[in-house]
Each structure stands twice: as C-alpha cells, then as structure tokens.
C-alpha cells in the first residue's frame, strides 16, 4: 500500500520527514528490517527500485510494507492500491 501527506510528518526512525516523490518504505516491527535498512524491490520482471527504511507501519502485516507516493508509482498505479507480485530483499 502507499502513503503520504501528513502520514509522512513523524517518521518513527526520526530525523527530517520524508517528502512522497522520495523511495522510502514503513515496515511493520516484526518483519526484521530496521530503520536505514536498503530495501531492494521487484515487481515481477519490471525493473528493480530501492528504498530506504524511514519509518514503522503498526497497520501492516509482517510480509506487508507501506510505500511513499513516488516509490508505490515506479512500481504501478496509486489506483491499484495494493501490488502483488513484489520481491523484496534487503
């Protein structure tokens, strides 16, 4: 899923907050990924994005990670809302 506005005004890792167009991902706590972490994301043969851990999403499932505006859109529509088919590593 994808996130934005004032969503993105507190990011729990701290620091400056992050504007939509960056490629910055939340993670839920229990997935493993921490804060910094470089996170490698495919989207079945499409091109590989990178995005960087800046915040933790209590909503998401542990597979699940919530995606700025601008990173959610190099992988596919903000209409989708959810995309499947993703490949993740750190």
Known sequence: TWYG???LDA???GGKAPKSSDYVVAVPTSSGMKCGDTLHI???NR???SAVVRDTCAGCAKNQVDMTRGLFSALGSLDDGVLSNLRIRV
């Open 5 to 7: 506005g004032g969503q």
């Open 11 to 13: 990011p729990s890792c």
């Open 42 to 44: 495919h989207r079945g």
């Open 47 to 49: 091109k590989m994005v």
